[in-house]
Structure formats: C-alpha cells, structure tokens
C-alpha cells in the first residue's frame, strides 16, 4: 500500500497544526499567569493609579484652595464621579463658581484636564467592582453604569484606553 504525495503532507500539516496550537494554549497560560502574578505583587487594589492627593496641592490663593478642599469631598466622599451627567459645567455650577476657574484649577494642580480627572475615579472604581466579590456576578455593562458611564461601549474603550485589557480581560486575568 503506497502512501501518496497528498497524504503524507497533510499528515505533515496536521502535525504542524497540532504542535503549533499546543504552543499558542501554553504561551497564553503563561501570559495569564505572569499578569496574575504582577497584580498579586501590587497587593491588586488600584493597580493603575494613586489616589489623587488633594492634601498634598500647594495652592497660590486661598480660593483656589477652598475649590480644592471642596473638590476633594465631592470626589472621595460623595463620589460625584458616579454619575454619567457630570460635566466640568454642571459642577462648577453646582459649586458655585465659573467653568474656566474649575477647569483652570483641574489643569494646574492636577496637571490633567477635568475628563482625564474625571475618568480616573471611574476606572479606579471600575477597578475595585472587577475584582471585589460581591460584583463577581455583575455583567460588564451594570458595572460600567455603576462607574458613571453610559453604556458598555464608553467603559469598554475607556478601560481599555487606561489598562490595555479589555474589562472582560482584566477580570478573567483576576480571576474573578
């Protein structure tokens, strides 16, 4: 019984394919398990940004520092960050002062523009959802709208933007 020319390269091929798909599994469990064990070693909380250290802003005016102080209790304790409608307008109106001076006071002493501020508190909270336990069974798009964003699109690309993983990547890496 002769073995044809056909036959013995698709033996080769299906070989090849073989091997070379047991490559791609392995690289890839080797890749999860070195993301995993980097955010280990960062103790996994809020593993892309400090928080924003408002205390530590040398102010020039006494006014500017008051706006601070002021932004300060807005984000950490009221998380204003939370809803989807805040804009820099809608806060500085809430706050009582013009839009140019919020905006002004976000550039200069957190030397990012209000959207960058803004969506920094997003994804740090969009962080601690993704790894906590008790959002384990929340989809994507419920935590995207508890962060402060429309719908699953916006945190999808904007956590992308900030991580480099998808929202999905990042918490099958983190294992919940």
Not at 26 to 31: E, I, N, V
Request: charged share 20%; hydrophobic share 40%.
């Amino acid at each position: 019984m002769l073995v044809s020319v056909w036959q013995i390269s698709f033996l080769v091929s299906l070989v090849a394919a073989v091997v070379f798909l047991g490559l791609f599994v392995r690289s890839r469990r080797l890749y999860k398990n070195l993301l995993k064990k980097n955010l280990q070693e960062q103790n996994f909380v809020y593993p892309l940004y400090d928080k924003v250290d408002f205390a530590g802003v040398k102010t020039e005016s006494g006014q500017d520092q008051v706006i601070i102080r002021q932004l300060q209790t807005l984000f950490e304790t009221d998380k204003i960050y939370l809803s989807p409608d805040l804009t820099v307008g809608s806060l500085a109106r809430d706050m009582g002062i013009a839009r140019g001076t919020l905006s002004r006071i976000v550039n200069h002493y957190f030397h990012k523009n209000f959207p960058a501020l803004l969506n920094q508190y997003r994804i740090n909270e969009s962080l601690h959802l993704l790894t906590d336990a008790a959002s384990r069974n929340w989809t994507l798009e419920v935590i995207g709208e508890k962060c402060g964003y429309r719908n699953r699109q916006l945190f999808h690309s904007a956590f992308k933007k900030e991580t480099g993983l998808t929202p999905n990547r990042f918490r099958k890496i983190a294992g919940m």
